[in-house]
């Protein structure tokens, strides 16, 4: 959804998939959110997203 343009919509279901990512350990799932907060940088200034940077950057 970040790529789409989307980013609200993007916030919402990455912290879907980061709440099932805490109870998994691996290594393609840890990268992936690494993409992810990458992906949500641009759009920090939006208060959604930062939440999840935030939330991304404490797993």
């Known amino acids: 959804m970040f790529a ?3 980013p609200e ?3 919402i279901y990455a912290g ?3 709440k099932s ?3 998994v350990q691996s290594a393609r799932v ?3 959110m690494t993409r992810l ?3 949500a940088a641009r759009y ?3 208060p959604e997203v930062a939440d999840l ?3 991304l950057s404490t797993r």
Request: glycine share 0%; no cysteine.
């Open 30 to 32: 840890e990268e992936y």
């Open 53 to 55: 940077r935030t939330a």
């Open 4 to 6: 789409a343009d989307r």
């Open 21 to 23: 990512a805490e109870q």
């Open 9 to 11: 919509e993007a916030a």
């Open 16 to 18: 879907q998939a980061l």
């Open 37 to 39: 907060e990458v992906a």
């Open 44 to 46: 920090d200034s939006l």
